[in-house]
């Protein structure tokens, strides 16, 4: 019995103890994602925008429907009546209360610029939808590439630390060997010298750390010391390449946020174009009313009138100074104006998609070859090391190697996030940063987790 209390005592203790060893909880790269959505606020502001044009639809859909108006006036009057009969007095005053209400009811049947005010307001909500769009995409892209940021900054601050530490070393074998008298002083400013500038990379690492840390906070509202450690060099390059470039091409010429904004503002201008013009025409109404008076004018004092009536009103405009016609020309030139802000914006999002694409595949062979320097580092490191304990090697040379080695190692963990990078801004130009995309990418940075 006491065997197997002791035996529960022992699997409590090391239960607590697993508990209490477990790691902080760490923030993937997909809850950073959807912290930026709820956190960034370009994002929210962009969302306001788009609430804002989508009401515009049903106020300018509100002129085409039934308008029903009630009016209701009590008057105390004073009327003097002049007699210029003599068979009346020259005079008479009286006071007396009038009163008038109408109920009135009009439907417009014929109104061809308010049909094409709702046709400016449906095309600017579209074009909201898109801005709002283009900044989903680039909110998801700012709190990828703070991630990614701070991952590199940490690469470079952990080989910079490492770094440090190897010429610490190696000025530690440089004055044992010196004293041992195999050695000389130069090896020892050398190895001191190094020892200095690696100091000195060390320091700025952790400036470039703090500032990615801060950087990531600003995006997402979330702590950077969440994000759980990576090793780089386990990354496979190939996996963030795009492939089927011209279908790529064409689905950014289709989707992209920025050109469909465009697209729907032009179509708003062409409505707006339209709407200007139908100043020209007249407009029909619908017009239906109640009436209700009771000494409403001084010819009816102490008489009561309740009239209906049903009718059609017709507006013909024939001169306005000209402004019908100035508004239409400033439309048309303002329809013009965006036609061509469209091609501009479509010949930029092209070239920058192809500069995109190219630097993907450039980047990656950027990676294999910086990974096969790294490799290749290693071995220039231990030959030199067997080199200097075999008087064939100088200190000046093992040195210059391990700086290499660093210095490669630190331009792969730069070059692969990078690529990273690369990647996520070619898709937010066909507006395909979505759950997948960030999916995919997590799917990456977990397969080297430490």
């Known amino acids: 019995m006491r065997q197997g209390r002791h035996f529960i005592k022992l699997c409590l203790a090391a239960m607590l103890s697993a508990t209490f060893s477990l790691p902080a909880s760490s923030l993937s790269l997909k809850e950073a994602y959807l912290a930026a959505l709820e956190y960034d606020a370009d994002l929210l502001a962009a969302r306001s925008a788009q609430e804002e044009s989508r009401e515009g639809v049903p106020v300018a859909r509100a002129a085409l429907l039934p308008q029903i108006s009630y009016s209701k006036q009590r008057n105390r009057a004073d009327t003097n009546t002049n007699y210029l009969d003599s068979k009346y007095p020259d005079q008479d005053s009286g006071r007396y209360f009038s009163s008038s209400s109408a109920l009135t009811l009009r439907q417009a049947l014929f109104r061809k610029p308010a049909w094409d005010a709702l046709q400016v307001a449906k095309a600017q909500a579209e074009a909201a939808d898109a801005i709002y769009e283009k900044e989903n995409q680039n909110a ?225 062979e950027l990676v294999q070859a910086l990974n096969q320097a790294v490799l290749s580092g290693e071995q220039a490191v231990l030959g030199e090391k067997k080199g200097v304990q075999a008087g064939t090697r100088t200190f000046v040379d093992a040195l210059e190697a391990e700086r290499r080695l660093y210095e490669s190692m630190r331009d792969h963990a730069t070059a692969i996030y990078s690529l990273a990078n690369t990647r996520l801004k070619f898709l937010s130009l066909a507006g395909a940063i979505d759950f997948e995309a960030i999916d995919t990418l997590s799917a990456w940075l977990t397969s080297a987790r430490h």
């Open 140 to 364: 998801g892209l700012r709190a990828v590439s703070a991630y990614l940021e701070v991952l590199s900054a940490r690469a470079s601050t952990t080989l910079a630390r490492k770094q440090t530490a190897a010429m610490e070393a190696w000025l530690a074998m440089a004055e044992k060997t010196f004293k041992a008298g195999r050695g000389t002083r130069t090896d020892i400013e050398d190895a001191r010298s190094r020892l200095d500038i690696s100091r000195a990379k060390e320091t700025e690492a952790h400036i470039y750390l703090s500032t990615a840390e801060r950087n990531f906070e600003v995006v997402t509202g979330k702590a950077a010391d969440k994000i759980p450690e990576h090793e780089h060099r386990q990354l496979n390059p190939e996996l963030m390449l795009v492939n089927q470039k011209e279908q790529w091409l064409q689905r950014i010429e289709d989707s992209n946020p920025d050109i469909q904004s465009l697209r729907m503002q032009l179509e708003a201008a062409r409505s707006s174009v339209a709407q200007f013009r139908g100043g020209h025409l007249p407009t029909v109404d619908l017009v239906a009313a109640r009436q209700n008076s009771l000494s409403d004018t001084n010819t009816s004092i102490g008489v009561e009138y309740d009239t209906s009536y049903v009718g059609i009103q017709i507006n013909v405009p024939i001169f306005s100074g000209g402004g019908v016609s100035a508004q239409t020309r400033q439309a048309l030139a303002r329809e013009e104006k965006i036609r061509q802000s469209l091609e501009s914006a479509r010949r930029k999002t092209l070239a920058e998609a192809n500069k995109l694409y190219q630097t993907l595949w450039q980047g990656n």
